[in-house]
Each structure stands twice: as structure tokens, then as C-alpha cells.
């Protein structure tokens, strides 16, 4: 359409020039500037006084009307207060014409927005179908910006999906989709795109999304592409991949409020989209603008939710929501409590704050909420300060939330929760799987750290590993921990790799020294640690030593500490009676040559005998 009328204006110009010198000014041109009538005739025009080939010009091209002003009708219409106001128009003085009906329609599903139950009677009054004809005699006048909030109009007075009226006004959006702005479209995505998919409407809105996505550079402004992206983005992948291409133009711009709605879309849609990411966290750290408590809860969440690592971001999460903690509660800091844990991000002044707001709340705290903070805390091995008061608080809850167990199992028709077939069943799935590994653990936790136990343990048959816990990929450091341990070795027969045991830990190696520091062959020897182990006893003084790898992931972020879960293990293994051999991936990656990690290993060996004779 611009093109057109820049080639319009070109013609008018050079036709101008070329009659210059026998005609007034082009300056002096002046259309008419009537409000409701187009210029269809030269007769009254100061056209008509030009000679010849221009004159004609001009005659032929088609001068539209601006927007007429505001009548009478459209005032009562934006006044009306009841459905009846707008009803009572059609049969008065007033003529509805060109947008007045959809106007009016318009009006009244704004006014049923407050009254949900007035919809059924509304669709049952003959005048309402009468209204929707008038509006479907006039559908190819209505102007674009009427039209689509027409269409989000007819979807929330809820119109039958196969009505004609609808059917209609949709497929005269369709027509004029490569008209509309970009604004509009995006208007519709906002407004109706779940309407469309709950009518059945799937050929319009993959259009509108078609069209979203090719239009994408048309975007000027923040709220449409964080808009865009809440609500249209996760119906397509092309869309969403355009959108925050636009956000990283336009991020410069975002306040606090965008920022946190597009972090909170990418983790709903668990999109980790790097480049954004960085970007964002980029002005977090840089802009000094202030953070409310929700926008810094739904930050720690969404960063959480991608797993995304940021240092600078985490610091200033954890100093900005530190004040807040008094006025937070206890969903909200166990919530907060969830999101550190999954970023591995141990501050340890906020998890103090978040223990000593749950001793302050003892007494009102509920039961999930404590069980996810004692999840997080074990993540990332946190032990408060106030280590007594606060474990007190929790074994003084465990008989409640042994009696909701109890409930609940009696609610559920009396059934309790046992130890059977069923859960010991080797399952293909994920889930079921780490769920025996945990029982596992608990297991292994009630054998070798508390001897006092007389309760339920798992029977013999169940503590066989499976096969899938030696399936993993084999990393960098794991195979060259393996190549040099077995130039280390000699013989094959004096050490195992990949040790599966009964308490759900893999060991990366295991080997045999006797008193005198020399390697020892496993084959046929007593192994504990395995289910079906051998009949050979141990030479006296002999002892296992347990290699065991930690690569990146094992550790809190930033930190050398290892998370809870391999805490546990260690502890396991230790009362298990291993001396351990620890390989962390920050030590490895300094040793260059073989003879370099061979000594570091032999020295770890020695080490961890003479720790073991000192004791």
C-alpha cells in the first residue's frame, strides 16, 4: 500500500514539473477536505483550473475520507451501563451504520465481562441475533481495528462454534490479514489465540502465526514481544525463536517487570535460550534498578527452573531478598529455599534467615513446606548454626506426618505402603529407578550408621544393582582415571572398575593392599559391599580402598564443597569399611603428563593409609 501511493505521489510530482511554467505552483495544490464525502468530481476543485494531462491526473486518483468524527450514536454506545441500552438502539431513532453494530457488540461483551451468567439470556434474545445480522451485512466496512476486537468480542460472549455470524467475521480477518498491522495480529495472538484453539478455529490461527512469524521486524515496542511471547510463543517454535531474537534488540529497553516475565516464559516453556540469558543477566547485574520480593522470587525461580549460572546474579538475588525474609512466608521461602538448591548455590547468611524464620514460625509451618526446605538443605549439605533447635523442630513434626501418612492411606481404603514385589520391581522407567535408589540409600543409612536399628530392611534379593547404573557415558576424567589405573595396576585381576555395590553407590575402582602396601587380587575375596560376594577371607591387615571420581556437577556452584548426595555416599562407604581415594576434577585437570597422574595417585594410596594408621 505505501508502495503505491509513493508511486502515486511520484506521478503527481513529475507531471507537476513537466507543466510547471503554465500552471500555479504545485505548492498551491490543495485537496478538498470534506469529512464524509469523497472526491469523485474536478467540477468545484481547484484541480479542475489545471490544464490538460494533470488535471486528468488527479481526477483519476481516488481520494478517500478520513474517519468521520464522532457521532451521536457512538457516545451513547461508549455510555451504556446495561445490555439493554445497547439492545434498545436498534429499534430507536439512531441508525447503526459501518462500525456502530460492531460497536456495539464490542461494548457488550465488555459489560458481560463482569456478568458471566447473563451470557445464556443475552444469546437467547432475538435482538442480539439481529444485532449479530447487522454486523454481518456490514463486515467488509468495519474497520481493522474494530474488526479484531469484534472477533475477541464474539469469542467471549461464547458463540457456538459453528455459528455463521462467527464463521464469518473470522474469514474476513483471514482476508485481510496482510493489511492488518502488526499491532492488530498481535492483538488477536494476545486476546483470542486460545479461543481459536477452543473453537476449532486452527486454520486462522496458524495464519495469524504464519504471519506473526514472517512480520516478526515489524515489532517497535517491549510490550508487544514480551506479550507475544507469554501468549503466542509456545504455539510455535519458528515464533518463538523469532521473539527472542527481538528481545535481544529490545532488552536494553525492558524494566524489572519485563525481565521477569520472559524469564518466567522461558522457564515454563523450559527453553534454554543462552544468548537471552546472558543478556538479561547482563542488565540485572549492571542496571541498579529495585527489585520487588515477587519479581525476586519468580527470578530465583525461573534461573532455578533453566539451570542458567550466573554468580553476579545469585549474589544479588540472595543480598536483595535477604531483608525480605521477616515478611515472607513460608511457601514463599520454601519456594525460594527449592530454587537455591537446584542452582546449587549455598549463601550461607539467607539459609540462616530461612532457618531461623522457620523457628520463629514453628508453630504455623506446615508439613510440605518443612519437607521441601529439608530437601534443599541435604542438597546442598547445609547445617545451620542453630543446628539443635531446628532438627528438634522437625522430629517433633515426623509423628504428624506419620499420622497424615496414616490418613492418607486410610483415605485411600485403608492399603498401607509396604516393601513388596510391586516397588521392588526393576523398573525401565526414570523415575522408578531413582526411587529404589533412594530406598537404597535409606537402606544403607539404617545398616552401617545405625547399628541400633531393629526395623524393616529391604530383603537380600532386592540389593542386586541393576544393570542400568553401569550405562552411563563414560566421561573424560572417568576414562582417563581408568587408562591410568590400569598402567598402574599391571594385572587385571588386581583391581575392579565400575563396582556396583549393594548400597547404591558405583565406585570407580576398587583395590586390594596388604600390610605392606602391595597390591592384592580381588578374585574370590570377601566383598561385603557386593550382594553376591566371595568365600575367601581377607589377609589380615588388608585393607579396600575405594577410587572415587568427582567431576563438576558434584559440587556446589563456586565452591569445592561436595553436594549432600555425595556426602552421603562418602560417609557410606567409609562405614562400609573403604578407605577412600577422592579424585576431584580440579586436581586431575592440573596433571599433564601420565607420570604426573600415576604419582598423584600413588601419593593419594599412601595418603589415605596413613590417615587410616593414625587414627
Not at 35 to 47: D, E, G, R
Not at 142 to 152: P, S
Request: with cysteine.
Amino acid at each position: 500500500m505505501a508502495a503505491r501511493l509513493v508511486r502515486r505521489c511520484t506521478c503527481l510530482l513529475r507531471e507537476a514539473t513537466r507543466l510547471a511554467p503554465a500552471v500555479s505552483p504545485v505548492s498551491q495544490l490543495r485537496l478538498p477536505q470534506g469529512t464524509q464525502k469523497p472526491l469523485t468530481s474536478s467540477a468545484t476543485s481547484p484541480s479542475s483550473r489545471l490544464p490538460g494531462p494533470l488535471s486528468e491526473l488527479v481526477e483519476k486518483e481516488q481520494v478517500f475520507a478520513p474517519y468521520p468524527g464522532r457521532q451521536e450514536v457512538e457516545q451513547l454506545i461508549e455510555k451504556a451501563t446495561q445490555p439493554e441500552e445497547l439492545l434498545e438502539l436498534l429499534g430507536g431513532a439512531h441508525c447503526l451504520q459501518q462500525n456502530h453494530a460492531a460497536l456495539a457488540l464490542i461494548q457488550l461483551s465488555r459489560l458481560l465481562s463482569e456478568k458471566p451468567k447473563d451470557k445464556a439470556t443475552l444469546i437467547e434474545d432475538a435482538r442480539f441475533w439481529q444485532l449479530l445480522h447487522l454486523v454481518n451485512s456490514q463486515i467488509t466496512v468495519i474497520w481493522h481495528g474494530t474488526l479484531v476486537k469484534l472477533l475477541r468480542s464474539l469469542y467471549t460472549l461464547g458463540l457456538p462454534a459453528t455459528s455463521k455470524e462467527l464463521r464469518s467475521v473470522e474469514q474476513e480477518v483471514r482476508w485481510r490479514m496482510r493489511r492488518l498491522k502488526y499491532k492488530h495480529l498481535a492483538f488477536l495472538a494476545e486476546s483470542s489465540a486460545t479461543y481459536m484453539q477452543e473453537q476449532g478455529s486452527q486454520e486462522l490461527l496458524a495464519e495469524l502465526l504464519v504471519h506473526l512469524e514472517r512480520r516478526w521486524a515489524e515489532i517497535e515496542d517491549k510490550r508487544t514481544v514480551v506479550a507475544m511471547m507469554m501468549k503466542a510463543g509456545h504455539l510455535s517454535e519458528s515464533l518463538m525463536n523469532r521473539l527472542e531474537d527481538k528481545c535481544l534488540e529490545l532488552v536494553e529497553q525492558f524494566g524489572p517487570e519485563e525481565l521477569r516475565k520472559v524469564l518466567v516464559t522461558l522457564a515454563a516453556q523450559n527453553r534454554r535460550s543462552v544468548p537471552l540469558l546472558r543478556a538479561i543477566s547482563y542488565h540485572l547485574v549492571q542496571k541498579p534498578f529495585p527489585l520487588t520480593k515477587s519479581i525476586l522470587l519468580d527470578l530465583a525461580y525461573a534461573y532455578g527452573k533453566l539451570g542458567f549460572h550466573q554468580t553476579q546474579v545469585f549474589q544479588r538475588l540472595a543480598a536483595d531478598l535477604l531483608p525480605h525474609t521477616p515478611s515472607m512466608t513460608s511457601s514463599e521461602v520454601a519456594r525460594c529455599t527449592k530454587s537455591f538448591a537446584f542452582l546449587k548455590w549455598l549463601n550461607l547468611p539467607l539459609f540462616e534467615a530461612f532457618v531461623q524464620h522457620v523457628l520463629d514460625r514453628a508453630q504455623s509451618i506446615t508439613l510440605p513446606h518443612l519437607c521441601n526446605m529439608l530437601l534443599a538443605f541435604a542438597r546442598v549439605n547445609f547445617r545451620p548454626e542453630r543446628e539443635d533447635p531446628f532438627f528438634s523442630l522437625v522430629r517433633s513434626l515426623h509423628p504428624l506426618l506419620l499420622c497424615s501418612e496414616q490418613r492418607r492411606a486410610e483415605g485411600e481404603g485403608g492399603k498401607r505402603p509396604d516393601l513388596g514385589p510391586p516397588i521392588l520391581t526393576k523398573s525401565a522407567s526414570v523415575k522408578d529407578q531413582s526411587t529404589f535408589q533412594k530406598l537404597l540409600h535409606i537402606n544403607a543409612t539404617a545398616q552401617l550408621e545405625h547399628p541400633e536399628y531393629t526395623g524393616p530392611l529391604l530383603p537380600t534379593s532386592a540389593l542386586v544393582p541393576s544393570p542400568s547404573a553401569l550405562e552411563q557415558k563414560m566421561t573424560p576424567l572417568q576414562k582417563e582415571l581408568q587408562e591410568t589405573l590400569k598402567g598402574l595396576l599391571g594385572s587385571a585381576d588386581k583391581g575392579s572398575f565400575m563396582v556396583a555395590t549393594q548400597y547404591g553407590w558405583v565406585l570407580d575402582a576398587e583395590v586390594l593392599l596388604d600390610t605392606e602396601g602391595q597390591l592384592l587380587p580381588l578374585s574370590d575375596s570377601v566383598a561385603p559391599h557386593l550382594a553376591p560376594s566371595g568365600s575367601q577371607p581377607l589377609p589380615p591387615g588388608a585393607k579396600r580402598l575405594a577410587f572415587l571420581r568427582w567431576e563438576f556437577p558434584n559440587f556446589n556452584s563456586r565452591s569445592k564443597d561436595l553436594l549432600g548426595r555425595f556426602v552421603l555416599a562418602r560417609r557410606h562407604l567409609l562405614a562400609a569399611g573403604f578407605l577412600l581415594v577422592d579424585v576431584p576434577y580440579y586436581e586431575w585437570m592440573e596433571l599433564k603428563s601420565e607420570w604426573q597422574k600415576s604419582a598423584y595417585l600413588k601419593d593419594k594410596m599412601r595418603k589415605a593409609v596413613a590417615e587410616e594408621l593414625a587414627k
